[in-house]
């Protein structure tokens, strides 16, 4: 995974006011000075030593004397940097880094309590209707097993809503249904776990359709033929309940 960079940094406007060199500097010289050290920030601290392109990101013709901005940065293989902005961006990435383990550890912390909760019920309804020692001690094994298929179906469910922003019923129906098509499928081993992320990165893909949810279930009735597969099962199931 990428590491996730930060877009907010500590800027503090003193800093620049009580900056004898910047108060003796025209206006054209603060605006490409400020301009370059945006640009830092934007670039991950370094920017290539180019006067043509430095001149052309800061929109000022050739007669520019760059040397007298220049004095503020250092100038290292072939990059310019500036102090105060690798220090800045070096803290804003550890806030990042922290920021990221703990809403990791949270959302391990929430799957796995929300998973053995549903593992427990599961149980306790297997013990009600089991009839043998040996069907209980089959439902036992296999525990850690749908324990893990269960915490990958609520991160799939919490990333949809998040993702759609479901708010009516009938989304969260029609998000439930699909969620427990998945379910089934994956039990009977006709898909793997993997069919979440795909499906997800259909979700993120329709976002931007003018009825995302519409595109998204158009999509995947096109492509995995989820309706189509759903209404036979249904019709199957249907059948041999007729038939008992």
């Known amino acids: 995974m990428s590491k996730k960079q930060p877009k907010y940094v500590s800027l503090e406007p003193d800093a620049f006011l009580s900056d004898l060199d910047f108060q003796a500097m025209t206006a054209e010289q603060r605006g490409v000075y400020c301009t370059l050290i945006f640009y830092l920030y934007r670039n991950n601290g370094r920017l290539r030593y180019d006067i043509g392109v430095l001149a052309k990101l800061c929109h000022v013709n050739g007669d520019f004397d760059f040397q007298t901005v220049l004095r503020k940065f250092q100038v290292r293989r072939g990059f310019i940097r500036h ?10 990435q550890v806030r990042v880094d922290r920021a990221v383990k703990a809403a ?87 898909k793997t776990d993997g069919i979440f992320g795909q499906i997800l990165d259909i979700a993120k893909e329709s976002r931007t359709a003018r009825k995302p949810i519409a595109a998204f279930f158009s999509r995947l009735d096109r492509e995995l033929g989820y309706r189509a597969r759903a209404e036979k099962e249904k019709r199957l199931a249907q059948a041999s309940h007729a038939n008992r």
Not at 83 to 92: D, G, H, I, M, P
Not at 158 to 169: M, V
């Open 83 to 92: 102090k105060r902005v690798t220090r800045e961006l070096a803290r804003a």
């Open 104 to 190: 990791q550890t949270r959302w391990d912390r929430d799957s796995t309590s929300n998973a053995q909760a549903l593992d427990e019920q599961c149980q306790v309804k297997g013990r009600n209707v089991t009839k043998s020692e040996g069907k209980l001690n089959t439902t036992n094994t296999n525990s850690e097993e749908r324990a893990r298929s269960t915490s990958s179906s609520l991160r799939f469910v919490d990333e949809l809503e998040k993702c759609f922003k479901i708010c009516t019923k009938s989304d969260r129906t029609a998000i439930g249904n699909l969620c427990r098509w998945l379910t089934a499928e994956i039990a009977e081993g006709r």
